[in-house]
């Protein structure tokens, strides 16, 4: 491993015929950040990360992995990756595949340890194709490791787990990142990107329209959220209130997107004096993705 970055990208691109995948996308990230990569569907992230991965060749530009290509970074096992769809020997157990895929690696984590970080103790003479599907993820998850990457590549890694799964997987992942490893994860659910990740990097239409860390990102979109309950209001009636620019109304309470909060909640007292547990609060992650991907979608 170099002293540089974990991996660059400059200036990907990528077309299938006359459509451009990835336009221009220029990207560096440290060792030992923990990167979440998130778009609207069709925004590039799989064609980013398979260019990433080596997988597909960029029609312009150049990925830097470890100081090397991706290639060599994987031939060197510095790179673990776990995909969504990543297929597992359905008559082969979970202990099989793991000490399997460990054996093909020059300096692999013991498969023990495996087993214990993806916790698969108890699954480990269960037959793969007697799995759940959250219980696919972890071995996925247990194979991307088995090499003890520095950068490991995650696609969509908690898709189909419980919320237990869920919060026992993010902790093996800080646990990983802890001793300087690099991780990126795609993922859809905005809320992970928000509790898990240092860094956002958000594209849209092949292109990179925000880069940061999340209160950064959330902090390039200006406005508040009031929440309230409002008996008899209407969305009408709330969306007229000063300083309001959306309203969604479910079951008496309502939440407001405010350009100016101030004026919006002298409006809502002074029309509905009874409105109760006010609440005021900065914009989240998915308010200013559904902003930022909204007004690249009009520029």
């Not at 189909?160 to 093996?172: E, Q, S």
Request: proline share 5%.
């Amino acid at each position: 491993m170099t002293g540089g970055p974990a991996f660059a990208l400059h200036g990907l691109t990528k077309r299938f015929g006359q459509v451009t995948a990835v336009g221009g996308v220029s990207v560096e990230v440290a060792p030992g950040e923990v990167v979440a990569l998130l778009g609207p569907n069709g925004a590039g992230k799989s064609t980013t990360v398979d260019m990433l991965l080596g997988l597909t060749k960029p029609d312009a530009g150049e990925v830097i992995v470890a100081g090397g290509s991706p290639r060599e970074a994987v031939d060197r096992g510095l790179v673990g990756a776990m995909m969504q769809n990543g297929a597992l020997l359905p008559d082969v157990t979970v202990g099989e595949i793991v000490a399997l895929v460990v054996s093909t690696h020059e300096k692999p984590l013991p498969a023990e340890e495996v087993i214990a970080r993806a916790g698969l103790g108890k699954l480990v003479k269960r037959r793969c194709g007697k799995l759940s599907g959250g219980e696919r993820q972890r071995v996925r998850f247990a194979l991307a490791l088995a090499g003890d990457p520095r950068l490991l590549v995650l696609d969509e890694p908690t898709a189909a787990m419980d919320v237990d799964g869920r919060r026992a997987f993010w902790a093996a992942i800080r646990e990983f990142a802890a001793g300087g490893r690099t991780v990126l994860f795609a993922t859809h659910y905005l809320a992970e990107a928000e509790d898990y990740a240092d860094r956002v990097v958000l594209l849209r239409h092949g292109a990179v329209v925000a880069d940061g860390p999340v209160a950064e990102v959330r902090a390039a979109v200006s406005g508040r959220v009031l929440r309230s309950v409002v008996p008899g209001a209407t969305e009408a009636g709330l969306a007229a209130l000063p300083g309001v620019t959306s309203v969604q109304l479910r079951g008496g309470r309502a939440e407001l997107a405010c350009a100016d909060s101030d004026a919006a909640i002298r409006a809502l007292l002074a029309a509905h004096p009874d409105a109760s547990g006010i609440e005021i609060t900065a914009l989240g992650l998915e308010e200013a993705f559904l902003a930022l991907t909204a007004e690249e979608a009009a520029a």
